[in-house]
């Protein structure tokens, strides 16, 4: 059985991002690979965390999708500052693998950044990684790459807690444990009134449901008071985003000058999407499509507008806009970077003071947790793609590892395997729900 074979039998996807089935990457002819550990979201640590328990296993697996995919060769993409993480992966990398080591800026993680720091490359407008020759995987996927290879399916998580909890720290759960058994592993919350972001406060999502499931894209959870800013300002409704943003935007054009997809050379115009808002009707389509190339990093609303809108979102609501009319964006000249790209970078630590998260940034260990819940949530769609589908009935009783849900025949998906030993207790097409019993 080749690599591609056993990597889509164990059910590997993007493990930070958005869960992309990694056979298909793997099966791919490209001239390089790229470990992407650059990890930018503030206060997450969990890629930091593996890279630095894990090293061998990450540039194992870097240097499988190396071979498989026929690359002359890997970049392993990393920030300078994680001096000790760099340290470990050097002793393990082999002739064709080199270290790209990146400046501590916001959002350095993006792909279409690190594919142009290593490489020089830019990837085209609206295109993918592949177009330019590269692939890319996270390093948490390529240690699920290496166990692959060892015919161990993914049914753990890597996972970061920090923020308000007792013991911030960093450890393998089984996918499907609810939310909050996982903050209980972390000590538990130090506050009463609290929000979890999933995943990070830039990019991620925030959610009150402690019940909501780990899945192989959880990144982790950070937890802040009721009251701070972020979670006051993530609460604000799309009507009165829209009102704010119509009555106060006045086209300062921050969010556009501090756009890194914009430094880049893509045609992202935040300050243009505003307009879109109701300045005037005239020419809506066209402002519209000045969101179509947004990342949705979250640079523009957290950190460039000076008076606090909301311009990625006004950027989430164009591409909706533009989805419904069927009208897709097609930048006409290709990209060029920005002469002054180097000098408006964020540094992550002025993100973070801007952010009011600064006193939450503490250490997350890797700690060794043996830990077996009573029961797991397990998610037929994980991943991008078409959900899987269950090959298990209620009642039965399945062993850890064992495939409860597989991709169609012909369909983009991953395999879906169970995370604990147990009685499968109920089956639908969103979920499979297991008792440890």
Avoid at 71 to 96: Q, R, T
Avoid at 108 to 113: C, F, K, R
Avoid at 373 to 384: F, L, R
């Amino acid at each position: 059985m080749n690599l591609t074979e056993l990597i889509k039998n164990a059910g590997v996807v993007g493990a930070g991002g958005a869960g992309f089935p990694t056979h298909v990457k793997s099966d791919s002819s490209v001239e390089y690979v790229l470990a992407n550990g650059a990890e930018c979201e503030p206060l997450l640590h969990k890629d930091y965390e593996i890279m630095l328990n894990f090293a061998e296993p990450i540039v194992r697996g870097f240097e499988m999708m190396v071979d498989k995919t026929g690359a002359k060769k890997g970049y392993f993409g990393i920030k300078g500052k994680n001096a000790k993480a760099i340290d470990e992966v050097k002793k393990h990398l082999p002739s064709n693998i080199e270290m790209t080591e990146l400046g501590d800026f916001y959002p350095s993680g993006d792909e279409y950044e690190l594919v142009y720091a290593a490489t020089k490359r830019l990837i085209p407008a609206g295109g993918i990684p592949l177009q330019v020759g590269c692939v890319v995987n996270n390093v948490e996927t390529l240690y699920n790459v290496w166990q692959a290879a060892q015919g161990i399916p993914v049914t753990e998580k890597f996972v970061c807690v920090a923020g308000c909890v007792k013991n911030p720290s960093s450890f393998f759960v089984p996918i499907g444990t609810p939310m909050k058994e996982v903050l209980k592993m972390a000590g538990g919350v130090t506050v009463q009134d609290y929000g979890v972001f999933v995943s990070g406060i830039m990019m991620g999502q925030l959610s009150y449901n402690t019940d909501e499931p780990v899945t192989k894209t959880t990144a982790g959870y950070i937890v802040l008071p009721k009251s701070h800013h972020l979670i006051t300002r993530k609460e604000t409704p799309e009507p009165a985003r829209n009102k704010i943003g119509k009555s106060a935007c006045d086209q300062c054009s921050y969010c556009t000058e501090f756009c890194p997809r914009y430094l880049l050379g893509y045609n992202v115009q935040p300050h243009k999407v505003m307009r879109s808002l109701g300045f005037t009707k005239t020419g809506n389509d066209i402002w519209n499509q000045m969101a179509e190339l947004c990342c949705a990093c979250g640079l523009c609303t957290l950190y460039a507008c000076p008076e606090d809108l909301f311009p990625k979102e006004a950027c989430d609501k164009s591409k909706r806009e533009m989805r419904e009319a069927g009208i897709k964006y097609v930048q006409p000249n290709p990209p060029k970077v920005h002469p002054l790209k180097e000098g408006r970078r964020v540094p992550l630590k002025m993100l973070m003071k801007r952010l009011k998260v600064t006193d939450f940034d503490a250490p997350t260990p890797f700690i060794k947790a043996d830990f077996n819940p009573g029961a797991v949530k397990i998610m037929t769609k994980q991943h991008t793609g078409a959900p899987a589908v269950p090959v298990v009935r209620t009642g039965q009783r399945v062993a850890k590892n064992e495939m409860i849900a597989a991709i169609d025949e012909g369909k983009l998906g991953a395999n879906i395997h169970a995370s604990i030993s147990g009685i499968v207790t109920e089956v639908n097409s969103d979920f499979i729900r297991i008792d440890n019993h």
